[in-house]
């Protein structure tokens, strides 16, 4: 618990203050810059929280995808373009993120049956147990920002950020016109 706390006294320490970028207007807001900053303090305080656990928000997360996605794909498990796609990331970045879960044995890497080429990711009986363990904890850091937020600006937030990541947005960013999921036409 000790640690824990220290965990979460240095997070103050890590806090600096907002610069305006060079050269940029003063009336620039900028969404990706308070989207990361959001996500980066979220991060910290989850992370302080599974301290016990061992594991990061980011492995907590991982393992919770596979462990998702289980029941749609049995015990071959996810490939990992699938998880990728779901998490938003790119390959090599969910096969960094995956080498710590399969080195201390959560999680094992298996080539599919049919193509060599293709690799499926399947929580080990050690990983299961951590996910569970970490889960509770997790559903209790979630709880209290859910507090501090309050119930509606929480499930505002989740939708919001929901519709940034879907194909629809990027489509539409793409694109460049509205997507059709967007949450500002739902409130109208």
Request: hydrophobic share 40%.
């Amino acid at each position: 618990m000790k640690k824990t706390v220290e965990s979460f006294a240095s997070l103050e320490d890590r806090d600096e203050p907002d610069a305006e970028a060079p050269g940029m207007p003063s009336d620039f807001v900028c969404i990706n810059s308070s989207l990361r900053r959001a996500a980066r303090r979220l991060g910290q305080l989850y992370d302080a929280a599974l301290v016990p656990t061992g594991l990061t928000s980011t492995q907590t997360l991982l393992l919770g995808q596979i462990d998702g996605l289980a029941a749609a794909y049995g015990e071959d498990g996810p490939t990992l373009q699938v998880l990728a796609g779901r998490l938003a990331i790119q390959i090599s970045a969910l096969t960094h993120a995956l080498r710590p879960l399969v080195r201390d044995g959560l999680v094992e890497v298996r080539h599919d049956t049919h193509d060599r080429r293709t690799k499926h990711a399947v929580l080990t009986p050690l990983g299961k147990a951590r996910y569970q363990q970490a889960y509770v904890v997790w559903v209790e850091a979630n709880r209290r920002v859910e507090a501090i937020l309050g119930a509606a600006a929480a499930e505002k937030l989740r939708s919001l950020a929901d519709d940034v990541a879907s194909q629809d947005f990027l489509d539409a960013y793409v694109s460049g016109a509205k997507p059709a999921s967007s949450t500002e036409s739902s409130e109208r």
